[in-house]
């Protein structure tokens, strides 16, 4: 139900740019990955529970397969994305309410990978639960060119980059106990 209704709010929103004029724009997210919202149980949500774990205890269980790709944005570009689509010249968009944006995918393997090279003794395990039929039937890249095209869209933060900066964040937020 959730992409049905979100299809109908991006058709019925192109319908009041093109019918009234009226400036609507909107973007389709990948994953996004962040410091600030703990982990909630969702399927992409590995990707920000490693380093909580990774942190905290060294090692992780993940519930998808390390061969898992999928579509994955650092809050920071997801920020910046948001920002800019508002900000761009609304006289060279050609789309309006379904612009995707991501920044990079990788696996689950090249993931814990990064981490170990700030965390050489960390340890990861995998026990896929139903989330990966989910992760499996996902995209495993997104086509963000229109955005690119469009409005100059492109993201600052690649794997490495957020690895840095996420075990950064989680790090000190365990130091002031917040985890």
């Not at 896929?128 to 039929?133: A, K, L, S």
């Not at 409005?151 to 690895?163: D, N, R, S, V, Y």
């Amino acid at each position: 139900m959730y992409g049905v209704t979100k299809v109908a709010g991006e058709r019925l929103s192109d319908y009041y740019v093109h019918r009234f004029g009226l400036d609507v724009r909107g973007l389709r997210y990948p994953g996004i990955i962040s410091s600030e919202t703990p982990p909630g149980g969702g399927t992409t949500d590995y990707a920000v529970e490693i380093f909580y774990e990774a942190i905290k205890h060294g090692r992780y269980t993940c519930f998808v397969r390390d061969d898992t790709r999928l579509p994955m944005m650092y809050i920071p570009d997801c920020l910046n994305a948001t920002t800019q689509l508002m900000e761009a010249d609304g006289s060279k968009l050609r789309h309006h309410s379904d612009f995707n944006v991501t920044a990079m995918s990788f696996s689950v393997g090249e993931l814990a990978a990064e981490i170990r090279t700030h965390l050489p003794e960390f340890e990861i395990a995998y026990k896929p639960d139903f989330r990966q039929e989910i992760a499996d039937c996902w995209p495993r890249s997104i086509d963000d060119s229109a955005a690119r095209e469009e409005w100059g869209w492109k993201p600052k933060f690649g794997l490495a980059e957020m690895t840095k900066d996420m075990l950064e964040k989680v790090s000190a937020k365990h130091r002031q106990g917040v985890l």
